[in-house]
C-alpha cells in the first residue's frame, strides 16, 4: 500500500478523538460562570471546531468583551481536567500506523491552542505519528482553518492539491476549499454532511476502513 496524497493533514476533535466529554464539561463550567442558560446538547455539539469565541457570539448572543471572559473561563476548566477527558476514536492507532507504515506524511491542524493540543496528543499517545501540528496561538480569534493549513503546506513544502485535509466540520471542509486541498469529511465526528456539503465537500468516510481506503492505494 502507498499514500494516495504527500501529506495528509488531521483535524483533532471529531477526527482524532472524541473529545466531547471534555469540551461539554468545560463550556457548561464557562456558562455557569457567566450566568447563561446551557443550550440542548445539538447547539453544544456545534461549538466543537470553530474557535470557541466565535461560537459564544454565534449562539449565546455574547458580544465580543463577554466572548472572551467566556472563552478564559473554558480554557481555565478545560486546560485543568476537561482536555484530558479525551479518548482516541476505536482503532485509531492502527490507521495512524498503517499509514506510517506506509509512507505517510501526517500533520494535525487544529483550532486547539497550540499551547494544549501537544498535551492532548501526548496524553492520547499518538504524537509520534505525526511530523508537524499546526495550531493557533493562545486568544487567536480569526476563524479561518486555511491560514493554519497554508502555514502547514508552507511549513512542510507541499502543494495544496498533493495534500488533504481530514476533518469532521464545515470549518475543516471551508478550510480546504479555501486552501485549494482536498478534503475528507469523517462522519463519525461532530458536524453533520450537509454542512461540509454546502462548503464543497464531496468525499467522505463512515468509519475509518473507508478513511483508510480513501488514503491509501495498492502499490
Given at each position: ?200 465537500g464531496k468525499v ?16
Amino acid at each position: 500500500m502507498k499514500p494516495k496524497y504527500d501529506l495528509m493533514m488531521f483535524d483533532l476533535d471529531g477526527t482524532l478523538t472524541d473529545s466531547s466529554g471534555g469540551i461539554f464539561e468545560s463550556i457548561k463550567y464557562s456558562l455557569n460562570k457567566m450566568n447563561c442558560p446551557i443550550p440542548e446538547e445539538k447547539t453544544l455539539r456545534k461549538f466543537i471546531g470553530p474557535p470557541l469565541f466565535q461560537s459564544f457570539r454565534k449562539y449565546c448572543g455574547m458580544d465580543d468583551e463577554a466572548a472572551n471572559r467566556a472563552d478564559s473561563y473554558f480554557r481555565k476548566s478545560y486546560y485543568e481536567t476537561g482536555a484530558f477527558n479525551n479518548t482516541l476514536f476505536p482503532h485509531m492507532e492502527e490507521l495512524l500506523k498503517d499509514l506510517k507504515n506506509a509512507g505517510a506524511n501526517l500533520a494535525v491542524v487544529t483550532s486547539k491552542p497550540i499551547t494544549i493540543t501537544p498535551k492532548v496528543l501526548e496524553f492520547v499517545k499518538v504524537t509520534q505519528y505525526f511530523n508537524g501540528i499546526f495550531a493557533p496561538d493562545e486568544g487567536e480569534h480569526s476563524g479561518r482553518k486555511c491560514l493554519l493549513i497554508n502555514d502547514c503546506l508552507k511549513t512542510l513544502k507541499v502543494k495544496p492539491e498533493n495534500a488533504v485535509m481530514i476533518g469532521d466540520t464545515h470549518f475543516d471542509a471551508a478550510g480546504a476549499r479555501e486552501s485549494g486541498t482536498n478534503f475528507i469529511g469523517v462522519l463519525f465526528g461532530f458536524g453533520s454532511k450537509q454542512e461540509m456539503v454546502d462548503e464543497g465537500g464531496k468525499v467522505f468516510a463512515r468509519d475509518l476502513d473507508e478513511l483508510k481506503s480513501s488514503l491509501l492505494e495498492n502499490s
